[in-house]
């Protein structure tokens, strides 16, 4: 990180940031990925040919895909999001492949932003990268800002605020029947081992509990992530964006 970049690994997150107008280097192997490679020098990346040992010594993975390559670290201010419907917020999540599938999920979802709070895994961390499939370089990420900030900034845009909780409160089907998640939102989300603690709790207007049918104690992250963000965009897309407004 000290020349302010990170890794990308494999054809779908080259693809993403070639797409972004991100990528400063691509590393590859002779015959691998040529359609890949001539975007990648027809964009004026610089492009090195490398041989697969030296290939496998520059990726974090046990087998690479035939190529890698570097991109400017995105650094996004929180101040900067605006407009939003729908926000994630990622508090003390420190795994790295829960928070980049829950990146991802936020993108598939509609969602404007996602912000990492601190003490959560930097989004360029390398298997975090690669669980986002490429949605990195689709919405803004924003990381390394205080729990109590975010929220801050989410209620300034006119957010209601929801917090994940097995013991949560409210009913996720029942907010969805009574109109709550048609509102504006921003979602927090805890860590895989302790969810979220009370004070992150005590800034929410609701905790929310999603309802088991069956006999599973609880949802893992990510995909309690996509059970709450998906209703809330199903709600959202009811209404126009004029009604979709805090009363």
Not at 130 to 153: E, F, I, K, N, Y
Request: contains cysteine; negative net charge.
């Amino acid at each position: 990180m000290a020349e302010r970049r990170f890794v990308v690994e494999g054809p779908q997150a080259v693809r993403e940031a070639l797409a972004a107008g991100g990528l400063l280097e691509l590393f590859y192997e002779p015959g691998r990925h040529d359609e890949l490679v001539d975007q990648a020098r027809a964009s004026g990346t610089e492009v090195v040919e490398v041989t697969s040992a030296v290939l496998s010594a520059m990726a974090d993975t046990v087998t690479p895909q035939g190529l890698l390559g570097t991109a400017p670290l995105l650094d996004v201010a929180l101040a900067s999001i605006g407009s939003a419907r729908l926000l994630v917020v990622l508090d003390q999540v420190n795994d790295p492949g829960n928070a980049g599938t829950v990146l991802r999920t936020a993108d598939a979802a509609g969602a404007d932003a996602v912000v990492m709070t601190e003490g959560s895994v930097d989004p360029h961390n390398a298997k975090c990268v690669r669980a986002t499939a490429g949605s990195l370089w689709h919405l803004p990420v924003v990381s390394g800002v205080p729990l109590q900030d975010a929220v801050r900034r989410a209620r300034a845009l006119g957010l209601q605020v929801l917090a994940t909780s097995g013991s949560g409160d409210g009913d996720l089907d029942d907010l969805a029947d009574s109109g709550v998640l048609d509102l504006p939102t921003v979602w927090l989300f805890g860590g895989e081992a302790a969810g979220l603690p009370d004070s992150a709790l005590s800034l929410a207007d609701h905790s929310v509990r999603i309802p088991m049918r069956g006999r599973a104690e609880s949802l893992n992250l990510s995909a309690a992530a996509a059970v709450c963000l998906f209703a809330t965009a199903r709600a959202h897309r009811r209404l126009s964006p004029q009604q979709a407004t805090r009363s």
